[in-house]
């Protein structure tokens, strides 16, 4: 009981101390480091807390958001991310309860320049038709004003913008210039290395026939560099909506500015399959030699869930993972212009992508689908919120309000996004040695990160050949995971032995937060009969309950509150630790393996919105969900 409060006293003062919080014992760290000074904090040279933040946020400068009616700029959000209240675009104040420690802000390239001039009214808008209706539309409020934004979001996924208005907000063009100039120069008032890191970005904004095929890219660098180029577009004839066009950019700025950048894909459940493909692109180019190395080189990220649904699995590619079915979005494409099949459904998510990329490794030597896992928020109203209790929605449309859940995001005359779906997630947390644009950057590179789906859950995962039960004796995990294995992201190292891998795997919850339900392991391989194969074990769990005979744990319970929007951690366990070992390993078979923390139910944002606007809700809404995080992987390659 005495550990208990002493761990807890840590984390409520220190949260950043994840899982090291007292002295080990000599055993437990007994051969760690060749002279160990007495203080067990000197000489450390590994990441020793996650830093918190979103990697993918709009501002009224992107085209959809202004459009929707965002008018806040740069500034304001990055205010906001560090923690300071601001007034939101429907008047509103906000603040997080606690600030994110990076963030990357990527508003759309194309049309850069342009939502704001709309907003305004500037004579050249209006001097298109099209430009004047929209401008109408927006200054009519309400339905107008969402009818008018779906109308240019429809005329750019189908590429029939004005061609005037096109040019005049392309590369080349005087407004899309100021425009980059002002985002990269906003980036670099606010950041403020080691407290606060900025980093310059931006989304390339490839959505071919409402198939989303976005990529966010992150620069390493300040403004000398990133002022040297603009960035890419996908509007013909100013830019292209493939990726090789964008791999081709991000060549050309690393060989143009002696600058670093990667891209991480948008979630890809709304590309209808396109995402991650095996043989042929949506562009009509082939999954080969050229592809995978390209899509090795330059994406070693991937956005797993995020507010337009979660993308780790899905319950018609996981039939036996009955934690899979969470926050999918599996209606369509972005506009819903063409319906979601079952054969689509392979090329769009997180865990089928890992198994498609060990396959494309053993033909082609290189797997392109080796990427590390993250949250973010995808939010255009320049707030990056993922709390349940404090959403503000996707677009300045779903702000608070009484008849928020009642809207749908996209709706057609073949489906909708309904309102009361959208998700509040996510954040991703990055394991690097101080908050600068360098170190977490690198740490992207190593893919040492993990996403969640708001939640501040504390999460290890290493991998290595001989972790023993002794180390779980210590409470310096990390000592020992760095030492004697490889953290999340890596590959394990040369095989000792005949042995299996085993893991060693700490979670700890939310200082204000849920209590935790279990830890998963969620391990892909490829077998003898070049087949895919997957299996979800429960290594860790509350409550004293105990598995049945074919590995599965019964519920952990529910304290939800529906009357109160509330919930009570009488169940569930503030911190999970264990050494796992494969009991299916073989050693010839290629294989991932990654950890996926759960915890108690709790409630979802509708209901808080029932209980402060006093409404009812869809009957088909969903009260209460548990949410989670995701690690990055770690990979094993036979005679690697």
């Given at each position: 009981?005495?550990?208990?409060?002493?761990c807890?006293l840590v984390?409520?003062?220190n949260?950043?101390?994840?899982l090291?919080?007292a002295?080990?014992s000599?055993?437990?760290v007994?051969?760690?480091?060749a002279?160990?000074?007495?203080s067990?904090y000197?000489?450390?040279?590994?990441?020793?807390?996650?830093?918190w933040g979103?990697?993918h946020?709009?501002?009224?400068?992107?085209?959809d958001?202004?459009a929707f009616?965002?008018?806040?700029?740069p500034?304001?959000?990055?205010r906001?991310?560090?923690?300071?209240?601001?007034?939101?675009?429907t008047?509103?104040p906000v603040?997080?309860?606690?600030?994110l420690?990076?963030?990357?802000?990527?508003?759309?390239?194309?049309?850069m320049?342009?939502?704001?001039?709309?907003?305004?009214?500037k004579?050249g808008v209006l001097?298109?038709?099209?430009g004047?209706?929209?401008y109408?539309g927006?200054?009519?409020?309400g339905e107008?004003?969402?009818?008018?934004?779906?109308?240019?979001?429809?005329?750019f996924s189908?590429?029939?913008?004005?061609?005037?208005?096109?040019?005049s907000?392309?590369p080349?063009?005087?407004a899309?210039?100021?425009?980059?100039?002002?985002i990269?120069l906003a980036?670099?008032?606010h950041?403020?290395?080691?407290t606060?890191?900025a980093?310059?970005?931006?989304?390339?904004t490839?959505v071919?026939?409402?198939f989303?095929l976005?990529?966010n890219v992150?620069?390493?660098?300040g403004?000398i560099?990133a002022?040297?180029m603009v960035?890419?577009?996908t509007q013909?004839?100013?830019g292209?909506?493939?990726?090789?066009a964008?791999y081709?950019?991000?060549e050309e700025?690393q060989a143009n500015?002696?600058?670093?950048a990667?891209?991480?894909?948008h979630?890809?459940?709304l590309s209808n399959?396109?995402m991650?493909?095996?043989?042929d692109?949506y562009?009509g180019?082939k999954?080969?030699?050229?592809y995978?190395?390209?899509?090795a080189?330059?994406?070693?990220?991937?956005?797993?869930t995020?507010?337009?649904?979660?993308?780790?699995?899905h319950?018609?590619?996981?039939p036996?993972?009955?934690?899979?079915d969470y926050?999918?979005?599996?209606?369509?494409?972005?506009d819903?212009?063409e319906l979601k099949?079952e054969?689509?459904?392979?090329?769009e998510?997180?865990r089928?992508?890992?198994?498609r990329?060990?396959?494309?490794?053993?033909?082609?030597?290189?797997?392109?689908?080796?990427f590390g896992?993250?949250?973010a928020?995808?939010?255009h109203?320049s707030l990056?919120?993922?709390e349940?209790e404090?959403?503000?929605g996707?677009s300045?449309s779903?702000e608070?309000s009484?008849?928020?859940v009642?809207?749908?995001?996209?709706e057609?005359?073949?489906?909708?996004?309904e309102g009361?779906t959208?998700v509040?997630?996510?954040y991703?947390?990055v394991?690097?040695?101080?908050?600068?644009r360098?170190a977490?950057f690198?740490?992207?590179?190593?893919?040492?990160?993990?996403?969640?789906t708001?939640?501040?859950?504390g999460?290890?995962?290493f991998?290595?050949?001989?972790?023993?039960?002794e180390?779980?004796?210590t409470?310096?995990v990390?000592?020992?995971?760095?030492?004697?294995?490889?953290?999340?992201?890596?590959?394990l190292r040369?095989?000792?032995?005949?042995g299996?891998p085993?893991?060693?795997?700490?979670?700890?919850?939310d200082?204000?937060?849920?209590?935790?339900?279990?830890?998963?392991v969620?391990?892909g391989w490829l077998?003898?009969n070049?087949e895919?194969?997957?299996?979800?074990?429960?290594?860790?769990?509350?409550?004293?309950?105990?598995?049945d005979?074919?590995?599965?744990?019964p519920?952990?319970g529910?304290?939800?509150?529906l009357e109160?929007a509330?919930?009570s951690?009488t169940?569930?366990a503030?911190?999970?630790?264990t050494?796992w070992?494969d009991?299916?390993?073989?050693?010839?078979?290629?294989?991932?393996y990654?950890v996926?923390v759960?915890?108690i139910?709790?409630?979802r944002?509708?209901l808080y919105?029932?209980?402060?606007?006093?409404i009812?809700?869809?009957?088909?809404?969903?009260?209460?969900?548990q949410?989670?995080?995701?690690?990055?992987?770690?990979w094993?390659?036979?005679g690697a």
């Amino acid at each position: 009981m005495l550990r208990f409060y002493a761990c807890l006293l840590v984390l409520i003062y220190n949260p950043a101390s994840v899982l090291a919080d007292a002295v080990p014992s000599k055993e437990a760290v007994q051969g760690t480091f060749a002279e160990r000074p007495f203080s067990p904090y000197a000489n450390r040279s590994f990441p020793e807390r996650p830093f918190w933040g979103d990697t993918h946020l709009h501002t009224g400068l992107s085209l959809d958001a202004g459009a929707f009616g965002n008018t806040l700029l740069p500034d304001e959000a990055w205010r906001f991310a560090k923690g300071e209240q601001v007034i939101s675009s429907t008047g509103q104040p906000v603040r997080l309860a606690r600030p994110l420690d990076w963030m990357v802000l990527t508003d759309h390239t194309d049309l850069m320049g342009f939502a704001p001039d709309l907003q305004a009214g500037k004579p050249g808008v209006l001097a298109d038709p099209k430009g004047l209706q929209w401008y109408e539309g927006y200054m009519a409020g309400g339905e107008d004003a969402a009818k008018a934004a779906f109308d240019i979001i429809t005329n750019f996924s189908q590429m029939t913008l004005p061609e005037v208005l096109l040019e005049s907000y392309s590369p080349g063009a005087d407004a899309f210039a100021f425009t980059w100039e002002q985002i990269v120069l906003a980036a670099e008032r606010h950041n403020d290395p080691g407290t606060f890191t900025a980093f310059i970005g931006f989304e390339w904004t490839s959505v071919p026939k409402g198939f989303n095929l976005h990529r966010n890219v992150m620069l390493r660098d300040g403004p000398i560099r990133a002022l040297q180029m603009v960035p890419p577009v996908t509007q013909p004839p100013y830019g292209d909506t493939d990726p090789k066009a964008l791999y081709a950019w991000l060549e050309e700025y690393q060989a143009n500015t002696g600058g670093r950048a990667v891209a991480f894909a948008h979630n890809g459940n709304l590309s209808n399959g396109w995402m991650f493909p095996t043989e042929d692109t949506y562009h009509g180019g082939k999954v080969d030699e050229e592809y995978v190395q390209n899509r090795a080189k330059w994406e070693p990220h991937y956005e797993v869930t995020q507010i337009k649904g979660d993308g780790e699995a899905h319950p018609y590619l996981s039939p036996d993972d009955p934690f899979a079915d969470y926050e999918n979005w599996d209606v369509g494409n972005l506009d819903i212009t063409e319906l979601k099949t079952e054969d689509m459904l392979a090329g769009e998510y997180a865990r089928e992508a890992l198994k498609r990329g060990l396959a494309l490794e053993e033909k082609f030597g290189v797997n392109p689908y080796k990427f590390g896992m993250g949250g973010a928020t995808d939010s255009h109203t320049s707030l990056a919120t993922a709390e349940e209790e404090n959403y503000f929605g996707k677009s300045v449309s779903a702000e608070p309000s009484a008849t928020r859940v009642l809207h749908p995001f996209v709706e057609s005359e073949l489906g909708a996004f309904e309102g009361h779906t959208l998700v509040a997630s996510g954040y991703t947390a990055v394991w690097a040695s101080e908050n600068t644009r360098t170190a977490i950057f690198d740490a992207f590179k190593r893919r040492e990160t993990y996403a969640t789906t708001g939640p501040r859950i504390g999460l290890r995962f290493f991998g290595g050949w001989d972790f023993a039960d002794e180390d779980l004796l210590t409470r310096l995990v990390a000592d020992v995971g760095y030492t004697k294995g490889v953290p999340m992201g890596s590959d394990l190292r040369p095989r000792e032995g005949d042995g299996a891998p085993k893991f060693l795997i700490g979670a700890l919850r939310d200082p204000i937060g849920a209590n935790l339900d279990r830890v998963q392991v969620v391990k892909g391989w490829l077998d003898a009969n070049g087949e895919l194969q997957e299996q979800v074990y429960n290594v860790a769990w509350s409550d004293n309950r105990a598995l049945d005979a074919d590995g599965n744990l019964p519920d952990v319970g529910n304290t939800v509150d529906l009357e109160a929007a509330s919930w009570s951690n009488t169940i569930g366990a503030s911190e999970l630790l264990t050494i796992w070992t494969d009991p299916d390993f073989d050693p010839d078979a290629r294989a991932f393996y990654y950890v996926r923390v759960l915890e108690i139910p709790t409630p979802r944002w509708v209901l808080y919105d029932k209980l402060r606007f006093g409404i009812d809700l869809p009957e088909e809404a969903q009260l209460t969900h548990q949410e989670r995080a995701y690690s990055s992987p770690i990979w094993y390659t036979p005679g690697a």
